[in-house]
């Protein structure tokens, strides 16, 4: 069972290393110019990274993302694995989210639904200055938890750290492809909010070699690096001493990471072993002020459980993940509608065994 959390962890990293969307004209629906002529002259490479880059200091945006999932169990007779096929058929994600991070601390706004036997399941999700709140498909109480300790430090991770980290893992990814790999259409096409923009179209496709260098290295330089280990520690021993618990030392935090590691490079081949990547293809849309407002894509993987004692052999498994964002109102005005909590409508995460930000 561990090794099959740990491959279809390493298949999630992978898909959301790709999903990012961020930047776009202020409109959110018309192109602002007939493209700036280095848009025109960049490699599909520098283009991309340019555009991800910039999207970064985008200060405000909403954003429209839609995700399909499809398992295929196979002839897998495992009862678990029936089941879980059972419920995850027609699976789909719609999520509108809203983002201001003009302060020290972003202000966010989710609301979507999942959709999951037939059945559709909604979700809201909030973030100000001070605090999350949550409310989860089958409880009417928003789950509320602080982003800040108790000396009123934020408990959340550093945005110029976290786009340094981000851009480092692109770089990983952008090393993986040929030329040929990654490639330039001009004058495309997006419609966002019913509106036709025009976008040069960034396509890649990566095979399973490639899926897999990437993940390797990409794994290793998030949490090999000192900006990502220093926050970790803060956060660790933050969430340590507000919810009552031991604080940990900075030696202790930095040897369960370092043993994180070496697990994951002792165990890396035999564990890339138990899965294939039949499809990895990206497609981003980047407008005339090189900023990315679309983005869609597909992985197809085939994992393939560990024979389990009684086994005469492991049954594939199957899963497709389509994907599509959109991004508008960039920069604009956005209006952050935060619910107003009480006690009888809410409940402190800490009150459900130390869940926190």
């Known amino acids: 069972m561990k090794k099959k959390l740990f491959v279809l962890g390493l298949i999630a990293v992978m898909l959301f290393s790709f999903t990012a969307c961020g930047g776009g004209d202020a409109d959110g629906g018309s192109e602002s110019g007939s493209g700036k002529p280095a848009v025109k002259k960049m490699t599909a490479k520098d283009l991309l990274r340019t555009a991800i880059e910039n999207s970064m200091e985008v200060k405000s945006a909403e954003q429209d993302l839609h995700m399909d999932l499809a398992l295929d169990v196979g002839e897998n007779e495992d009862p678990n694995m029936q089941m879980m096929a059972s419920m995850l058929q027609e699976v789909g994600l719609d999520l509108h989210s809203k983002m201001d991070s003009s302060g020290e601390i972003p202000n966010m706004q989710m609301t979507g639904s999942v959709k999951m036997s037939g ?7 909030y973030m100000n200055q001070e605090k999350v709140a949550m409310k989860m498909p089958m409880n009417p109480k928003y789950l509320v938890s602080s982003v800040v ?5 934020s408990m959340t991770l550093d ?8 851009l480092k893992v692109m770089d990983i990814m952008l090393e993986q492809l040929s030329d040929d790999q990654i490639t330039k259409e001009k004058d495309a096409e997006v419609t966002i909010n019913e509106e036709t923009v025009k976008v040069t179209k960034i396509n890649i496709a990566m095979d399973d070699t490639q899926a897999k260098a990437f993940l390797k290295k990409a794994i290793k330089a998030v949490m090999t690096d ?15 001493k507000a919810f009552g618990g031991e604080e940990p030392t900075k030696e202790e935090i930095l040897a ?9 490079e002792e165990g890396w081949d035999e564990a890339v072993k138990l899965f294939t990547v039949n499809t990895l293809e990206m497609s981003y849309g980047i407008d005339s002020n090189t ?3 679309s983005s869609d894509g597909t992985v197809d993987v085939t994992v393939i459980p560990p024979v389990e004692e009684g086994q005469e052999e492991s049954k594939p498994i199957n899963a497709k993940v389509n994907f599509n964002a959109t991004s508008s109102n960039i920069n604009g005005d956005i209006t952050i509608e935060f619910p107003e909590l009480t006690e009888e409508n809410s409940q402190d995460v800490s009150e459900m065994g130390g869940m926190g930000m």
């Open 119 to 125: 059945m559709s399941y909604e979700f809201e999700m």
């Open 149 to 153: 300790d108790e000396e009123g430090q």
């Open 159 to 166: 945005q110029e750290k976290a786009k340094e980290i981000t």
């Open 226 to 240: 000192e900006s990502v280990r220093d926050m970790i520690v803060v956060q660790s021993q933050k969430q340590a």
């Open 256 to 264: 369960d990471l370092d043993e994180s590691v070496k697990n994951i």
């Open 291 to 293: 900023q990315i407002i």
